[in-house]
């Protein structure tokens, strides 16, 4: 379902229509603005560089993000990895374990483990 929403951002009214509710809208568009007054804060620039540079800055932003996410994942993968294997190597050494105490208990006659009781 479509969204109206009408924010203000940078002292300018805009109206946007989106699938995302109006709370994220509207903190998609105050964040917009709070880029744009940090680029006309104390530097001597127009609107229309402020926006670019704002822009330039979000989309910064957005890549340096979208590493991060790629790097994380490749951890998670490692992690996921390293837990298979681990695991792997559990199941083989209870299998070996099982496999020795077989081996024992038919060397002293099923009694391994009984304390020998007379």
Do not use: W
Not at 43 to 57: F, P
């Amino acid at each position: 379902m479509k969204n109206r929403v009408t924010m203000t951002i940078c002292g300018e009214d805009y109206n946007f229509v989106a699938d995302e509710s109006p709370e994220y809208m509207e903190k998609v568009g105050a964040y917009v603005s709070k880029k744009m007054n940090e680029m006309l804060t104390g530097a001597k620039v127009g609107r229309t560089d402020a926006a670019v540079l704002a822009a330039a800055n979000i989309a910064d932003e957005l890549f340096k993000s979208y590493e991060a996410a790629e790097k994380l994942r490749g951890q998670i993968k490692n992690y996921v990895d390293e837990a298979s294997h681990a695991q792997s190597e559990a199941s083989d050494l209870k299998r070996e374990a099982f496999r020795l105490q077989q081996k024992l208990d038919a060397k002293n006659g099923g009694n391994s483990g009984n304390g020998n009781r007379r």
